[in-house]
């Protein structure tokens, strides 16, 4: 996969805002793109407005490259489980952030695994599960009058050779750079830090990302 132009996508989940947002992006870089959901009716028509393709999971996945899971983190589990076979021998980009919501805003969730992208990775043994797009906002990717995305997308995994995909993957959206942040087994605090950056955008009434300085 050393062509990164040519690489297809499948977005699971891509009926949400994060999923159509990224898929809007990749398909602007010149990506072939596939919407996918449980439902297939709501995948087409979530394509439809994008002037993508979509279809059930499974369909979408079969026929991409790369996998990107932005589902709720409430279904995540099961969704891989059925998914497990189709999945087998590819790069899964795992974007869930297990969180909870009070009167006090978003907080960190336990995954028993440690983070979404370890629970992937114990589901999906025959797959490389690497971990990014975590602090992306879905306002921004959706707006047709931002142009580029000004933040640094934190990418973990234990394959070399995939984080570098990924890290490659978010340098097609304009604005955006992908930064190695360590393996997967320190997804936990990447995912968890989601929960302040909606704190400092309730606060501001912002849409703020992160940068990393002196790299």
């Not at 996969?1 to 949400?16: E, H, K, N, P």
């Not at 026929?63 to 409430?74: G, S």
């Not at 995540?76 to 869930?96: F, M, P, S, T």
């Not at 501001?204 to 992160?210: D, I, R, T, W």
């Amino acid at each position: 996969m050393t062509d990164i132009a040519g690489l297809s996508i499948a977005i699971l989940g891509g009926t949400g805002d994060q999923g159509k947002g990224l898929a809007r992006r990749f398909a602007a870089a010149g990506h072939q793109v596939l919407i996918g959901s449980r439902s297939a009716d709501r995948a087409v028509a979530a394509a439809d407005e994008l002037g993508v393709g979509g279809g059930e999971n499974a369909w979408v996945a079969a026929r991409a490259d790369v996998v990107i899971v932005a589902v709720p983190y409430e279904g995540h589990r099961e969704i891989l489980e059925a998914l497990k076979d189709v999945l087998a021998g590819k790069i899964v980009v795992d974007c869930v952030n297990p969180l909870g919501f009070d009167k006090q805003g978003a907080f960190p969730l336990e995954v028993p695994e440690g983070s979404a992208a370890q629970q992937a990775a114990a589901v999906l043994p025959d797959s490389t599960v690497v971990a990014a797009f975590h602090h992306v906002s879905a306002v921004l990717l959706l707006d047709p009058e931002v142009g580029e995305m000004d933040l640094d997308v934190l990418v973990l995994g234990d394959d070399r050779q995939a984080t570098d995909l990924v890290q490659a993957l978010a340098a097609r959206i304009p604005g955006m750079r992908g930064v190695y942040a360590g393996r997967l087994r320190n997804a936990r605090q990447i995912e968890a830090l989601t929960a302040n950056l909606i704190s400092i955008n309730r606060r501001y009434k912002a849409h703020a990302g992160f940068r990393v300085t002196d790299v």
